[in-house]
């Protein structure tokens, strides 16, 4: 079972910077999606940024040019660098990984297709 626990939220405000980390343990698929979420109160969960096990990566079109994807394989850890960050980027941040992988399209931000979740982090940007 794969197990993932994140890290790295806070309070900043906007314009700000924050990096988020999901140290996952466990994961013994040989290909592989992992992903950013987010979810704001009142608000359905919704997809932020995923990477494959091969590095191809996919952004919700909110966050382009702001936010990276990225993952240290050696160090079982994924990264979410978000910059410019504005008040509606608040919500909690969760990462989760799916076993979905496809050589001829980019990774998936259906959170139905996610199977294993962390607890999520806290990202609060002010105006």
């Known amino acids: 079972q794969v197990q993932l626990v994140e890290s790295g939220g806070g309070s900043v405000q906007a314009g700000g910077s924050l990096r988020l980390s999901c140290a996952f343990f466990?994961?013994?698929?040989?290909?592989?999606?992992i992903a950013w979420f987010r979810q704001a109160p009142g608000s359905e969960r919704e997809g932020v940024a995923a990477?494959?096990?091969?590095?191809?990566?996919t952004y919700a079109d909110s966050v382009k040019g702001r936010l990276t994807i990225s993952q240290d394989n050696a160090k079982n850890t994924l990264y979410l660098q978000m910059n410019s960050l504005k008040p509606e980027d608040s919500g909690m941040y969760y990462c989760?990984?799916?076993?979905?992988?496809?050589?001829?399209?980019?990774?998936?931000?259906?959170?139905?297709?996610?199977?294993?979740w962390g607890q999520g982090t806290q990202v609060t940007v002010s105006s």
């Open positions: 990477i494959d096990s091969v590095g191809t990566a």
């Open positions: 989760a990984v799916s076993p979905w992988y496809s050589s001829s399209s980019r990774p998936s931000l259906l959170p139905r297709l996610y199977t294993y």
């Open positions: 466990g994961n013994t698929y040989i290909h592989y999606s």
